[in-house]
């Protein structure tokens, strides 16, 4: 993590993340960070089931965070951009969220 005066923080990542479900993993997600300073969240396999409560609350903490960070975020499932947090400069960061897949993946599995 690297901290700029007056910009809050900012993240350099490359962590990997699995979901046991008993011995097996189930899910794995990527942490990363690439060479313009976008964080990629990415998930493969099995995503956790949600209310709709609990993704308008990582709704506001995706949107927290990148404007704390002041970097953009994608974040993927199977390979496919679910979710994209821009800057945009002074008004802060506007999200992107490809509801048809989010809906599909939690509904029916369906990527």
């Known amino acids: 993590m690297i ?5 809050g923080i900012r993240v350099d990542a490359d962590v990997r993340l699995e979901r046991l479900e008993g011995t097996r993993c189930i899910q794995t997600i990527t942490v990363s960070s690439k060479t313009d300073g976008t964080l990629v969240l990415a998930s493969t396999g099995t995503l956790p089931s949600a ?14 965070f990148a404007e704390v960070a002041g970097q953009e975020l994608l ?32 509904l029916f599995g369906i990527d």
Request: glycine residues 6%; proline residues 2%.
């Open 3 to 7: 901290f700029h005066q007056n910009r």
């Open 51 to 64: 209310s709709w409560k609990q993704l308008r609350v990582l709704r506001q903490r995706l949107l927290a």
């Open 75 to 106: 974040v993927t499932t199977e390979g496919r951009v679910i979710v994209h947090v821009r800057q945009q400069g002074n008004r802060g960061p506007k999200m992107s969220i490809r509801w048809w897949t989010v809906a599909r993946q939690m």
